[in-house]
């Protein structure tokens, strides 16, 4: 079956350090992969897209990786700060044309 | 980016009341709509599919008759939860496309309506 999975633990960091988030798949073959930030009591928000034939992607302090050998996409927040606390969420399109999410991972940057 | 508007953002019902939500692309026409769900610390559920002038295609499990989907314009749909019971209660999420779901395209999401019912 499909799935989409991210690590449920919750992701505790310090404040100017680098969180790395994963994102693995199983039976897709995505030619894009999204990356969401939610913040609770509100809907996703869009953040990055990555397509297959993209090893990374950037946007200001984030990064995205997507390997479609390992199935896989790190996304990453450099310099981390307080503001960036949230739930992330990777999602694909599956063939019918909908957005299928992973569970996401909450991010609690601690100052 | 293109803005959607949900409403109501809280509502609280009795047991067995119908209670309607509103979803609205302000700015930009959509094709289609999506209604998620979501339970506390779990991810969206996608529940069905709207295409204006069309009848919403449902997810497995998800009962038609209990939810409702109306889209009756490209910048309006409402999911009508009827006769709702506790189970139902819920962090309910639309979301808009312009295009009807190209793989590339990203959605623009209301900010979700938390349904409780008593």
């Known amino acids: 079956s499909q799935k989409i999975e991210q690590n449920s633990e919750a992701l505790n960091i310090q404040e100017g350090k680098t969180a790395t988030l994963t994102c693995n798949y199983t039976n897709y073959s995505p030619a894009y992969l999204q990356w969401y930030r939610q913040d609770p009591g509100r809907g996703p928000v869009f953040l990055l897209l990555i397509r297959e034939n993209e090893k990374e992607k950037r946007k200001e302090r984030l990064k995205v990786t997507f390997d479609t050998t390992l199935k896989q996409s790190l996304f990453h927040i450099t310099a981390s700060q307080p503001a960036d606390s949230a739930t992330y969420l990777c999602a694909l399109y599956n063939q019918g044309g909908k957005l299928i999410f992973g569970q996401g991972t909450e991010l609690s940057v601690k100052p | 980016g293109a803005v959607v508007s949900q409403h109501p953002s809280r509502v609280i019902c009795k047991s067995g009341t119908s209670v309607k939500i509103e979803c609205r692309s302000l700015?930009?026409?959509?094709?289609?709509m999506f209604w998620y769900r979501q339970f506390p610390k779990k991810s969206l559920m996608l529940m069905a599919t709207s295409n204006e002038g069309s009848k919403a295609t449902y997810e497995q499990g998800v009962e038609k008759d209990k939810f409702l989907i109306n889209h009756a314009s490209l910048t309006l749909s409402t999911l009508t939860v009827t006769s709702a019971h506790p189970e139902d209660s819920s962090f309910y999420i639309c979301?808009?496309?312009?295009?009807?779901?190209?793989?590339?395209?990203?959605?623009?999401f209301g900010s979700g309506t938390q349904l409780s019912v008593l």
């Open positions: 700015d930009f026409q959509a094709t289609t």
């Open positions: 979301s808009a496309s312009r295009s009807g779901g190209r793989a590339n395209e990203k959605l623009f």
